[in-house]
Nanobody, 121 residues
């Protein structure tokens, strides 16, 4: 079992930046990748970015490429999502996840509680 705790959400004006953090504990060695997903009201949870523990390969949704950056700090067992040039459509609850996939929500089996990001229009 992997425990995940997100932090760093908040309200930011369009064009601004936020950095989300996800602290992982427990059997993190049993997972292959960490990911960020988001869910806006009335919409399905969607992939944002992922990073593998080994090698540090990264994957991004097309909608965030060039603006969002996922990274990890192995010493702290923490994954970050740096979000720049935020747009109102980024408003959602952001979830950290651990699992074996790259961009499919069904490939991640441990989830954090979520952190709200709001970008007013």
């Amino acid at each position: 079992q992997v425990q995940l705790v997100e932090s760093g959400g908040g309200l930011v004006q369009a064009g601004g930046s936020l950095r989300l953090s996800c602290a992982a504990s427990g059997r993190t060695f049993s997972t292959d990748a960490m990911g960020w997903f988001r869910q806006a009201p009335g919409k399905e949870r969607e992939f944002v970015a992922a990073i593998t523990w080994s090698g540090g390969s990264t994957y991004y949704a097309d909608s965030v490429k060039g603006r969002f950056t996922i990274s990890r700090d192995d010493a702290k067992n923490t994954v970050y999502l740096q979000m720049n040039s935020l747009k109102p459509e980024a408003t959602a609850v952001y979830y950290c996840a651990a699992g074996y996939g790259r961009d499919d929500v069904h490939d991640f089996d441990s989830w954090g509680q979520g952190t709200q990001v709001t970008v007013p229009s």
